[in-house]
Nanobody
Framework: QVQLVESGGGLVQAGESLRLSCAAS????????VGWYRQAPGKQRELVAS???????TYADPVKGRFTISRDNAKNTVYLQMNSLKSEDTAVYYC?????????WGQGTQVTVSS
């Protein structure tokens, strides 16, 4: 069983930065693919960024050039550095870990960007 705990959300002004963290329990973290998703009110949950076990990254078009996903396998943690935040980035951000056909989600952390 894997547990994911997100942190780092909050209220910021447009143009500011936040760094989200997703800390995972368990010993197989380094073999996992981890993604950050977000869900705004009234909208579907969408992929923001993901990082594979080998460090390959993907980003949604709206965040390319502004967000950076990274991982520290020694700390079982994935980060999402969010720069130049916009009001449209306001959402609950969720961490998702996939490994060997298993799928785990965190509880989410709220990010609110005021314009």
């Amino acid at each position: 069983q894997v547990q994911l705990v997100e942190s780092g959300g909050g209220l910021v002004q447009a143009g500011e930065s936040l760094r989200l963290s997703c800390a995972a329990s368990g010993s197989a973290f380094s073999s996992s693919t981890v993604g950050w998703y977000r869900q705004a009110p009234g909208k579907q949950r969408e992929l923001v960024a993901s990082i594979s076990s080998g460090g390959s990254t993907t980003y949604a078009d709206p965040v390319k050039g502004r967000f950076t996903i990274s991982r520290d396998n020694a700390k079982n943690t994935v980060y999402l550095q969010m720069n130049s935040l916009k009001s449209e980035d306001t959402a609950v951000y969720y961490c998702r870990l996939r490994i060997v056909g298993l799928d785990y989600w965190g509880q989410g952390t709220q990010v609110t960007v005021s314009s």
